[in-house]
């Protein structure tokens, strides 16, 4: 006789009064943490590089050494939470992230901190989606908007504190307190979530590990990173090194594809870009992100360059996008089980367009005051766009299937984002170069202020040479804003067409939450 099938795992029932707000606490503390120090690090590289007797182009890879290593753990969450459990994985993460960053404070050379990040970069990959998977299931499935609302905050805010504060500290302490920051963090969210959570597990199975599976998403993933991190330093195509890594990469993603699909336990659920909303909200979330990202690093890269800007001062010019974002998180989250996601992303998008649009128009003479307008306009946006487009993503997916629907579509997101911060950048120097040749052209046909002005620059004491380099400089401030006004230009139709591709999706049912059909529950 057969014995009768077992039942699924009943999920635990949501958490109720200071359970939740504790639980929230720290899984959000959590987050923001691993999001800040993606991002804190970067306005410390002269002083990292000055410190370890190194150059600032060799200093890069204490960044890029984090990226690759975070991408390519990011994907495997799905399945390390099924091996080992969501709550036990995300706890032992965040210890080991601690771990991580003592070690980055406490390297004494490159090739240490390079090392401790790459570690660093490892462990921190499951924190963001086993997150969002944990906070969901706290929270009764009506209010699942409300859990998302609180974790995209921490997610939106952190990488715009990450310079402010890492400037900061950086100027005011040493570079090494940027990662010492995160022990006593690390251990109060670790601690608070092992006490809340431990009884909540999820269930585990023994699975076989797809040791090829995995070396490919290393080789690939790692190629690609790589190229993106170094592509605008070796001029990209011009070199043997990003054709190569190039190469390796495609070839890499392809055979990934093809051997994932047809293995029994794939190391990633490829599956899931089979369901549409799945598809479409991933894509889309990812390229708005990518754009935003883009925009993110540009701003504060013309603020300090070219507007005479110090990092502090270029952090809080940045800084109030947290406003609207904080207050209407809320709203968002709260509405998103009645309202059309769809329409509420299509919102954000027009609010993206809207704030790209009044940052086009930045002339060298634009004052602080104009630059933080549309700052605090990005910030009403970035609430209406993660909250609804995770919901969209993320609606119709079995329990069992969360963790590696949202380590996924966080994988898919983070790439994106990358490749938004080198195609920004890199088309932001080419339209520099662009816009400085066409104005020198006019200087070189004698410009009578071009005359004008190196005579009184001569008056006041500067060589003919010293006018010349000084008048180089102002015409390199006027090619880099102009080259930005074009970049803020062009991401600002593109969240317009995104808007077409948003309605792609199918609405899920109205009081469903974020997930349909039981989701993280």
């Given at each position: 006789m057969r014995p009768p099938a077992q039942s699924a795992p009943q999920a635990p029932q949501p958490l109720t009064g200071t359970a939740l707000v504790l639980g929230t606490i720290s899984l959000s503390l959590a987050t923001f943490m691993n999001v800040l120090d993606s991002s804190i690090a970067n306005v410390s590289l002269p002083a990292i590089a000055g410190d370890l007797g190194v150059s600032p182009v060799q200093g890069t890879w204490v960044i890029t050494s984090f990226g690759v290593a975070n991408a390519i753990s990011v994907p495997l969450t799905g399945w390390l939470t099924q091996r080992f459990g969501a709550v036990r994985l995300f706890t032992t993460s965040v210890l080991l992230f601690v771990l991580a960053s003592w070690l980055c404070g406490f390297a004494h050379s490159l090739e240490m901190l390079v090392v401790a990040r790459v570690f660093q970069g490892l462990v921190a990959g499951p924190m963001i989606p086993l997150?969002?998977?944990?906070?969901?299931?706290?929270?009764?499935?009506?209010?699942?908007?409300?859990?998302?609302?609180?974790?995209?905050?921490?997610?939106?805010?952190?990488?715009?504190?990450?310079?402010?504060?890492?400037?900061?500290?950086?100027?005011?302490?040493?570079?090494?307190?940027?990662?010492?920051?995160?022990?006593?963090?690390?251990?109060f969210a670790a601690g608070l979530t092992w006490s809340i959570y431990r009884t909540r597990e999820t269930p585990t199975k023994k699975l076989p590990i797809d040791s090829i599976g995995l070396g490919l998403l290393v080789v690939w993933v790692g190629a690609l990173q790589i190229m993106l991190d170094k592509g605008k330093e070796l001029d990209w195509f011009a070199s043997g090194q990003i054709i190569v890594l190039a190469v390796v990469a495609v070839v890499g993603v392809v055979t990934f594809i093809v051997w994932e699909l047809t293995d029994d336990h794939p190391v990633v659920d490829l599956r899931l870009f089979a369901r549409r909303n799945f598809l479409f909200g991933a894509a889309v979330l990812s390229i708005a992100y990518g754009l935003f990202f883009g925009n993110v690093v540009l701003l504060p890269l013309w603020l300090q360059q070219h507007m005479g800007y110090t990092a502090t001062a270029a952090g809080f010019a940045l800084a109030p996008v947290g406003v609207l974002a904080i207050l209407l998180s809320p709203l968002a989250g709260k509405k998103v089980a009645v309202w059309d996601p769809r329409l509420m992303a299509s919102f954000a998008f027009v609010m993206f367009f809207i704030v790209l649009l009044m940052r086009s128009f930045f002339t060298t003479d634009t004052d602080l005051a104009t630059i933080m307008v549309p700052t605090v306009l990005q910030g009403g946006a970035l609430a209406f766009f993660f909250i609804p487009l995770t919901t969209l993503t993320l609606s119709g997916i079995p329990p069992e299937r969360i963790a590696a629907a949202a380590g996924l579509s966080n994988f898919v997101r983070i790439t994106a984002g990358a490749m938004g911060t080198s195609i920004s950048t890199t088309l932001w120097e080419n339209r520099a170069t662009l816009h400085h040749h066409h104005l020198a052209e006019r200087l070189a046909l004698g410009d009578p202020v071009e005359n004008q002005t190196l005579q009184t620059l001569q008056n006041a004491g500067f060589s003919h040479d010293q006018a010349l380099a000084y008048l180089n400089r102002l015409v390199d401030q006027q090619a880099f804003t102009r080259a930005a006004d074009d970049i803020f230009l062009a991401s600002a139709v593109l969240f317009i067409v995104l808007i077409a591709f948003v309605w792609l999706t199918k609405r899920p049912p109205k009081m469903a939450g974020p997930v349909d059909a039981g989701g993280a529950h």
């Amino acid at each position: 006789m057969r014995p009768p099938a077992q039942s699924a795992p009943q999920a635990p029932q949501p958490l109720t009064g200071t359970a939740l707000v504790l639980g929230t606490i720290s899984l959000s503390l959590a987050t923001f943490m691993n999001v800040l120090d993606s991002s804190i690090a970067n306005v410390s590289l002269p002083a990292i590089a000055g410190d370890l007797g190194v150059s600032p182009v060799q200093g890069t890879w204490v960044i890029t050494s984090f990226g690759v290593a975070n991408a390519i753990s990011v994907p495997l969450t799905g399945w390390l939470t099924q091996r080992f459990g969501a709550v036990r994985l995300f706890t032992t993460s965040v210890l080991l992230f601690v771990l991580a960053s003592w070690l980055c404070g406490f390297a004494h050379s490159l090739e240490m901190l390079v090392v401790a990040r790459v570690f660093q970069g490892l462990v921190a990959g499951p924190m963001i989606p086993l997150s969002q998977t944990l906070l969901l299931s706290s929270y009764p499935k009506h209010k699942a908007g409300t859990a998302l609302a609180l974790w995209g905050m921490t997610t939106l805010v952190a990488p715009v504190v990450g310079p402010l504060l890492g400037g900061w500290i950086t100027d005011n302490v040493t570079w090494p307190w940027i990662f010492y920051i995160n022990v006593p963090v690390g251990l109060f969210a670790a601690g608070l979530t092992w006490s809340i959570y431990r009884t909540r597990e999820t269930p585990t199975k023994k699975l076989p590990i797809d040791s090829i599976g995995l070396g490919l998403l290393v080789v690939w993933v790692g190629a690609l990173q790589i190229m993106l991190d170094k592509g605008k330093e070796l001029d990209w195509f011009a070199s043997g090194q990003i054709i190569v890594l190039a190469v390796v990469a495609v070839v890499g993603v392809v055979t990934f594809i093809v051997w994932e699909l047809t293995d029994d336990h794939p190391v990633v659920d490829l599956r899931l870009f089979a369901r549409r909303n799945f598809l479409f909200g991933a894509a889309v979330l990812s390229i708005a992100y990518g754009l935003f990202f883009g925009n993110v690093v540009l701003l504060p890269l013309w603020l300090q360059q070219h507007m005479g800007y110090t990092a502090t001062a270029a952090g809080f010019a940045l800084a109030p996008v947290g406003v609207l974002a904080i207050l209407l998180s809320p709203l968002a989250g709260k509405k998103v089980a009645v309202w059309d996601p769809r329409l509420m992303a299509s919102f954000a998008f027009v609010m993206f367009f809207i704030v790209l649009l009044m940052r086009s128009f930045f002339t060298t003479d634009t004052d602080l005051a104009t630059i933080m307008v549309p700052t605090v306009l990005q910030g009403g946006a970035l609430a209406f766009f993660f909250i609804p487009l995770t919901t969209l993503t993320l609606s119709g997916i079995p329990p069992e299937r969360i963790a590696a629907a949202a380590g996924l579509s966080n994988f898919v997101r983070i790439t994106a984002g990358a490749m938004g911060t080198s195609i920004s950048t890199t088309l932001w120097e080419n339209r520099a170069t662009l816009h400085h040749h066409h104005l020198a052209e006019r200087l070189a046909l004698g410009d009578p202020v071009e005359n004008q002005t190196l005579q009184t620059l001569q008056n006041a004491g500067f060589s003919h040479d010293q006018a010349l380099a000084y008048l180089n400089r102002l015409v390199d401030q006027q090619a880099f804003t102009r080259a930005a006004d074009d970049i803020f230009l062009a991401s600002a139709v593109l969240f317009i067409v995104l808007i077409a591709f948003v309605w792609l999706t199918k609405r899920p049912p109205k009081m469903a939450g974020p997930v349909d059909a039981g989701g993280a529950h």
